[in-house]
């Protein structure tokens, strides 16, 4: 079974400054992928960043990078000089090995910038 | 182009009342996901098909949760016989099929709040 986990249910950041998220993650599999979404207020998940498990290298993805940390299974979220647009719910999700699609979600950081 | 969309936006219905669910995935991707959300919480799997084939339905919380997809395309999610513990947004997804290339990252869609009276 896969496991993410969210310690923080919410973060406030002033504007500009740069956040990390925390997600840690559970998983018997060997082929893997971690992907971090957007909630805004309307509900609809916004993909961001994606980190395959054999992927040597962290993600980027213009102002989002994953720092990815396999031994000891953590993902987190670095969001760098955010903007009040950045406000939303953030969660952290796993995909299987290929032929397991579904998507296992944590249960989210709310992220507040203030300006 | 289009993204993925549901109907009814809005649902409210009475406990004991059958409900139906819509989505339209994006064009020409293979695989549908539909996935439950609580208030204050991660989405979790309900459902999976590839084309018109349900591969995982290990996520539908009872026998009253039925989802079809029949021509490969659009999908209907039906709850039978509501319960308040239903009341929840639902949210679809769609995406291509994870290739040795790709990553089958999921567009989802701005999902179906449920609420049962």
Not at chain 1, 28 to 34: A, F, K, R, T, W
Not at chain 1, 86 to 103: I, Q, T
Not at chain 2, 2 to 24: E, F, I, N, T
Not at chain 2, 88 to 101: E, Q, R
């Amino acid at each position: 079974a896969q496991k993410i986990t969210q310690t923080q249910p919410g973060m406030f950041v002033q504007e500009k400054e740069a956040v990390t998220l925390d997600c840690t993650y559970d998983t018997s599999d060997q082929s893997y992928g971690l992907f971090w979404y957007k909630q805004p207020s309307s509900g609809e998940m916004i993909f961001l960043i994606y980190q395959g498990s054999y992927d040597e290298q962290n993600a980027t993805e213009g102002r989002y990078s994953l720092n990815f940390q396999k031994a000891r299974k953590s993902a987190n979220l670095v969001i760098s000089a955010s903007q009040l647009g950045d406000s939303a719910m953030y969660f952290c999700a796993m995909r299987g090995h290929f032929g397991n699609e579904k998507l296992t979600f944590g249960t989210g950081t709310r992220l507040t910038i203030i300006p | 182009g289009a993204g993925v969309s549901q109907s009814p936006r809005y649902k409210v219905a009475k406990r004991g009342q059958d409900v139906a669910l819509r989505c339209d995935p994006i064009s020409g991707h293979v695989s549908l996901f539909w996935y439950q959300q609580a208030l204050g919480q991660g989405p979790e799997f309900l459902t999976y098909f590839q084309n018109e084939a349900q591969l995982d339905k290990s996520g539908l919380p009872s026998d009253r949760f039925f989802a079809e997809r029949p021509e490969g395309s659009v999908s209907t999610l039906k709850i039978q016989r509501t319960q308040q513990e239903d009341s929840a947004v639902y949210l679809c997804a769609s995406s291509l099929v994870v290739t040795s290339g790709g990553f089958g990252e999921q567009y989802f869609g701005p999902g179906t709040r449920l609420t049962v009276t």
